[in-house]
Each structure stands twice: as structure tokens, then as C-alpha cells.
């Protein structure tokens, strides 16, 4: 006789993550993600996530959930849990045709105070977006929406975003440039670098601007000069 299978709860509902000092995340929004990309290879999803409204760059603390196929009850559970400067990151599992988050759920969560909202999958009614303003990424919008069904999902455990792997309490940076998580532990050392890199960058606008080659600055005309040296 086979023996029955064990009961798998279908919601997973973990503490929320602790969240970052706010001296980081105010350091957080003078680093742009393009420019941790120049030094970090691991956080970023792909470019299909793209801002559904006008908002500047934001920067707060990870809290996620997993939401599958046409079911966003949980969600709606866990919207008034959510705190002032937090980032919600949903992992839509793969599905890519129903809208999650539309103008109704966006305003709740407002209400919260959230710092932003970014999906592995569509949003809904733009107008009603902008009109609250709540900075979200998404990966385009979709008529098609999700329902309370109640099946499932999870909160608070790592997911995948856009190929990228985020845990509850990562620091997220998102801007129109791009989005990128960060540990921690990792997050005040990158920041800091990513500032300074760009504080480097506006110095070397005002030496181009003064006639130095780009190549010089950088120097690549340095190495390809040396590749290029006859030999002897």
C-alpha cells in the first residue's frame, strides 16, 4: 500500500525581513544601478522590467512573494502588512499573461507608504497608476487579470526576478536605467563605491569637456597601444 502523501500548506506566509538603516537608503538613491553594473555581475534582472510611470529612482528594502498563475489572494492578505520604505518584489512564477497589480491594488498599497513595486510579469491599468503614483517596473500591462483564487504562494522567501535572485531584506535600487539587488552585507560597500564612480565620472566630463581624449581617461588608448606595438 503506497503510504499518503504529507499535506504541503498551499500559503507559506514568513516575518517580514528586517528593514535597512535609512542612512543607506538615502545613500542608496544617489547610486545609480547602470553604475553598479560597471563593478557587480550578480542582482540584476533582465531589461524586460521596464517603469510603468515617470517616478525617479527609489531605493528600500526587499520584501517578496511568489504568486502563481491567475491568483493574487495572497497579495490582497498582505498588503497592509507591508511598511513605509519597503520595496514589494513579486515573483510571478513564469506567468506573463495575467496583471497582478492594477489601479485598486497600487492604491492600497499606497496607502502604506511603500517606497515601490517590482513584478516578473504585467500590470495593469496605466492611467490609474500614474494617477497614484506608485513607482512600479513591470514587465508591460496586460487586460487580463488575476482573481482570489486562493490557491497559493509564499511570502518572504527568495525568488527569482528577471533571472535574478532576491531575498527578503535586499537592497533594491530601481530607476529608469535599470533595477539591481543587493545583500546586505554587500549593499553599504557597493553604494559607496557606486557614488564615488560617479563623482569620478562627472570630474572626467569636465576634463573631455577641456579637450582630454576619452581614450587617455579611460585607458583604453593605453592598452590598445600596447597591443598594437610591433614586436622588438
Not at 538603516?21 to 557587480?40: I, K, N, Q
Not at 491568483?71 to 520595496?87: E, I, K, N
Amino acid at each position: 500500500m503506497t503510504p499518503a502523501c504529507p499535506e504541503v500548506p498551499m500559503f507559506q506566509i514568513n516575518p517580514l525581513p528586517a528593514q535597512l538603516a535609512s542612512t543607506l537608503v538615502e545613500r542608496a538613491l544617489l547610486a545609480e544601478p547602470a553604475v553598479v553594473g560597471h563593478f557587480r555581475l550578480m542582482g540584476f534582472p533582465d531589461g524586460g522590467i521596464q517603469p510603468q510611470i515617470e517616478s525617479g529612482r527609489i531605493a528600500g528594502t526587499a520584501v517578496t512573494l511568489a504568486l502563481p498563475g491567475a491568483d493574487s489572494a495572497l497579495l490582497h492578505h498582505v498588503a497592509s502588512t507591508l511598511r513605509p520604505g519597503d520595496v514589494l518584489v513579486i515573483d510571478r512564477l513564469g506567468d506573463k499573461t495575467h496583471a497582478c497589480l492594477g489601479g485598486g491594488v497600487a492604491f492600497a498599497l499606497k496607502q502604506r507608504g511603500i517606497a515601490g513595486i517590482v513584478i516578473d510579469g504585467p500590470a495593469a491599468d496605466p492611467a490609474e497608476l500614474r494617477e497614484h503614483g506608485v513607482p512600479i517596473w513591470s514587465r508591460g500591462l496586460s487586460a487580463i487579470t488575476t482573481r482570489t483564487y486562493a490557491v497559493g504562494g509564499a511570502f518572504n522567501i527568495p525568488v527569482s526576478i528577471g533571472g535574478a535572485v532576491v531575498q527578503p531584506g535586499d537592497l533594491v535600487i530601481a530607476d529608469e536605467g535599470g533595477i539591481v539587488f543587493i545583500p546586505p552585507a554587500e549593499a553599504s560597500n557597493d553604494v559607496e563605491r557606486a557614488i564615488r564612480m560617479i563623482e569620478g565620472e562627472r570630474q572626467g566630463m569636465g576634463l573631455i569637456a577641456d579637450g582630454k581624449p576619452l581614450g587617455a581617461l579611460s585607458g583604453a588608448t593605453a592598452l590598445v597601444e600596447k597591443a598594437v606595438a610591433p614586436a622588438g
